[in-house]
């Protein structure tokens, strides 16, 4: 009885101290995110103006103005989202749906594992002598969008192809037992049920697109000109992170930096915000 009274005792302080490490740990966490955030912003929000965000850099008249950044930013998440979304759902689908070789599926999620850990670095590196100068693209923003595209494409096929394999297999049969063809199904059944890993791969790689900086500088550049969307895709220019970067080191305007980096936080709030939205409206459309 004393032993087991010992050992009941040794069990809940033991309980207790791991409690107590969990919480600590997750106070620390949160402390950190807390402090960061409210820096950046603390640092960020008085610098941004109108004007900032309105012009673009003129060097006679010694103003900064991050407006082609800005666009730059938005024309490479769109052109990124248009080639990685068909391809990475797609691969999904037919890796999920399709594949009857089980050792080529598993070779594919490897690679596809396998690359989602290559620092940016080596993609720039090998996105600049393939796309840049192999397919004579330039440093573009083009050239830059087809980088993140390889980057970003594991991670779209991999959270796809999880939520694909969440819809219930009994709906595929009651949907093939009514009738319905193979694409049918995939496309009135399965693709609905799996809306929520879709969006969250979208949101992963839009994430990671407006963070990314080292694999620009080798593929879109540091232009700061002023374009409309084909002929900035065409054209070299310099996105927020990139911008960021500029200002920061190369110039030394830490304020201008502050600022980029709490219109980059805020975007990606909003990015996110409006993802949870469209997601929660989708699953009240198909529940209805």
Same mark, same amino acid.
């Given at each position: 009885m004393i032993k087991m009274k010992t050992l009941s005792k040794k069990r809940k302080m033991y309980a207790l101290v791991m409690r107590c490490l969990m919480w600590l740990a997750a106070?620390?966490?949160?402390?950190? #995110?807390? +402090?960061?955030?409210?820096?950046? &912003?603390?640092?960020? *929000?008085?610098?941004?103006?109108?004007? !900032?965000?309105?012009?673009?850099?003129?060097?006679?008249?010694?103003?900064?103005?991050?407006l082609p950044n800005i666009l730059n930013t938005l024309y490479i998440v769109i052109a990124t989202l248009v080639i990685?979304?068909?391809?990475?759902?797609?691969?999904?689908?037919?890796?999920?749906?399709?594949?009857?070789?089980?050792?080529?599926?598993?070779?594919?999620?490897?690679?596809?594992?396998?690359?989602?850990?290559i620092p940016?670095?080596?993609?720039?590196?090998?996105?600049? #002598?393939? +796309?840049?100068?192999?397919?004579? &693209?330039?440093?573009? *923003?083009?050239?830059?969008?087809?980088? !993140?595209?390889?980057?970003n494409?594991?991670?779209?096929?991999?959270?796809?192809?999880?939520?694909l394999k969440t819809v219930p297999q009994s709906y595929r049969e009651g949907a093939f037992s009514l009738g319905a063809g193979k694409w049918r199904v995939i496309r009135t059944v399965v693709l609905p049920g799996s809306v929520d890993g879709i969006l969250t791969g979208c949101i992963l790689s839009v994430g990671r697109i407006l963070g990314e900086s080292a694999a620009l500088l080798f593929t879109a550049g540091f232009a700061h000109s002023l374009n409309g969307f084909f002929e900035g895709l065409n054209s070299a220019g310099a996105t927020l992170t990139?911008? !960021?970067?500029?200002?920061?080191?190369?110039?030394?305007?830490?304020?201008?930096?502050?600022?980029?980096?709490?219109?980059?936080?805020?975007?990606?709030?909003?990015?996110?915000?409006?993802?949870?939205?469209?997601?929660?409206?989708?699953?009240?459309?198909i529940k209805a």
């Open positions: 106070g620390i966490t949160c402390a950190l #995110l807390l +402090f960061m955030i409210s820096y950046i &912003l603390w640092r960020g *929000l008085p610098n941004i103006s109108w004007q !900032l965000l309105s012009t673009k850099p003129s060097y006679l008249s010694n103003s900064i103005g991050i990685i979304l068909p391809l990475g759902v797609g691969a999904a689908i037919y890796l999920t749906e399709y594949a009857k070789n089980q050792r080529l599926v598993a070779v594919i999620e490897y690679a596809a594992e396998t690359l989602s850990g940016s670095i080596i993609y720039g590196l090998v996105g600049m #002598l393939v +796309f840049c100068q192999f397919f004579s &693209l330039g440093t573009s *923003l083009f050239a830059g969008a087809l980088t !993140l595209v390889i980057m494409l594991p991670t779209v096929i991999r959270t796809t192809q999880e939520s990139v911008a !960021l970067y500029v200002y920061a080191k190369e110039q030394g305007e830490f304020g201008v930096a502050f600022a980029i980096a709490a219109i980059l936080m805020i975007l990606t709030l909003i990015i996110n915000l409006t993802a949870t939205l469209v997601s929660n409206r989708l699953k009240r459309r």
